[in-house]
């Protein structure tokens, strides 16, 4: 008798256990949600426009664009650039853009009175077809709003990793909610019940579709940290400190270069690997600039695939770059071209990189949508139009459940060796996301030293 009452304690022990641990983590899900999901909103509507950048600029800057073919030949690049200096005589050419399209226009970037903006050139007769400040690209708009909520600067690019990085814990919180803990069905599991009403439809249609989903969601998160302002160095420094990002200094000659400017600061349309890469310097000496013709022909001699950009020389000691980034991964290419001998100074390919640089390389085409065509820019959406689902659903799922003049929060748990528990878990997962760690902290002094002494907001939290 006293066996069976023993294992009777242990068993309520374990429930009781149990239950507090899925209260916890159910409240910290709930509260992350609560606070982020206008946030994942606005990325998942932003990025999914975003992935159909191709389709939406043919389509709103056709006239720009595209021209008719004029037979075989067309003007030199020089003579292009020309036409454009005869239009916009205060300008400074900064770049030139070819694409692979033969009805395509030629793209030179153009710095005029602190703006920068593109300018197309029919490049069979010089024509030039117009001309779009870079800031006013409708993609660039979705851009900013995806990367700096529109508002730009740091803190709104902070708030955007913020939001990314307690996704993943959002998934995987909502991974431990959802995972069945008695012999289930697979219906509420891994398919909805349909049939259901209320509270249990909304329940279904949230966590199932979650489940379906949090593999790529996360792929999707972690292929868009390397751009994020803090995640996105410490990427870089481990992918530097490892020696599986870019080659320290991949150049024709053994010298390191005088200059420590990095190839983002003069250059356009670089590939992430190759951003901080240290730009070496055209020696003088006498000769006299090579030609856009010469760096030109340099590009197609050294099968650099198209699209690509040549960014000009920036002062006496300056190179030409020629880059692409935009095409398949394992076309990427950045050149460093001495603006008087046309030496190939530095000449980094994809199959330079590290591993680790190979592998975010890829990761940031799949995020874009550029990998494999048409059916990532699919994917990329499926994902993103799933991700606004969570978030509409969750939201249902709260107002079915939420009491009146209450936030409707799960109960808390009067484990506090639990909440502890999880507590520093989290801030385990702070440690390798820190903004997440910084945000936890917070909450938890405002917790502690500022909702919890006001009655009526320690009552509408509880």
């Not at 055209?282 to 040549?310: F, H, Q």
């Not at 878990?425 to 909450?443: Q, R, W």
Request: aromatic share 12%; glycine share 8%.
């Amino acid at each position: 008798m006293e066996a069976v009452k023993v294992e009777k304690i242990v068993k309520n022990s374990k429930k009781r256990t149990r239950t507090s641990l899925y209260q916890t983590v159910w409240r910290w899900h709930f509260y992350a949600g609560l606070i982020f999901a206008p946030f994942l909103i606005i990325l998942a509507l932003s990025g999914s426009i975003y992935l159909f950048k191709p389709q939406i600029e043919s389509m709103l800057y056709q006239d720009l664009y595209y021209v008719q073919a004029e037979g075989s030949s067309s003007l030199s690049p020089s003579e292009q650039v020309s036409k454009v200096m005869e239009t916009y005589p205060s300008g400074t050419i900064t770049s030139i853009k070819y694409y692979d399209n033969p009805i395509r226009t030629t793209e030179i970037g153009l710095m005029e009175n602190g703006q920068m903006s593109s300018v197309f050139v029919n490049p069979y007769n010089g024509d030039i077809t117009g001309a779009l400040n870079n800031e006013e690209k409708f993609t660039e708009i979705v851009k900013k709003l995806h990367s700096e909520l529109m508002v730009g600067g740091t803190v709104a690019n902070r708030i955007v990793e913020l939001a990314a990085c307690w996704a993943v814990i959002l998934l995987i919180t909502g991974l431990y909610i959802w995972w069945p803990r008695n012999k289930a069905s697979i219906w509420g599991t891994i398919l909805p019940r349909f049939s259901s009403e209320g509270r249990t439809f909304w329940r279904d249609m949230h966590a199932v579709p979650a489940f379906w989903l949090s593999v790529f969601i996360l792929i999707l998160i972690a292929t868009g940290l390397p751009w994020s302002g803090v995640m996105g160095e410490q990427i870089n420094r481990l992918a530097t400190s490892t020696n599986t990002g870019y080659p320290p200094f991949a150049q024709s000659f053994e010298e390191k270069p005088e200059s420590i400017v990095k190839t983002k600061d003069v250059a356009e349309d670089v590939p992430w690997a190759t951003e901080n890469l240290s730009v070496p310097v055209s020696s003088p000496n006498g000769y006299v600039p090579i030609s856009l013709e010469d760096v030109t022909y340099i590009a197609r001699n050294e099968e650099i695939k198209k699209p690509y950009t040549i960014s000009m020389p920036q002062g006496e000691k300056g190179v030409y770059t020629i880059a692409t980034s935009h095409t398949k991964p394992g076309d990427n290419a950045t050149l460093h071209v001495d603006q008087y001998s046309g030496s190939i100074l530095s000449d980094v390919r994809f199959d330079d990189y590290g591993i680790m640089a190979k592998a975010i390389t890829l990761g940031i085409a799949l995020h874009e949508g550029r990998l494999f065509g048409f059916a990532n820019q699919m994917l990329g959406l499926i994902v993103c139009m799933g991700l606004i689902g969570l978030v509409v659903s969750s939201f249902m799922m709260w107002r079915k459940r939420k009491p009146e003049g209450k936030i409707g929060s799960p109960a808390k748990s009067k484990d506090k060796k639990i909440t502890r528990t999880v507590f520093f878990i989290m801030l385990a997962m702070g440690v390798i996301m820190p903004l997440v760690g910084i945000s936890i902290i917070v909450v938890f002094l405002f917790d502690r030293f500022l909702f919890s002494k006001i009655k009526t907001l320690k009552a509408w939290l509880s």
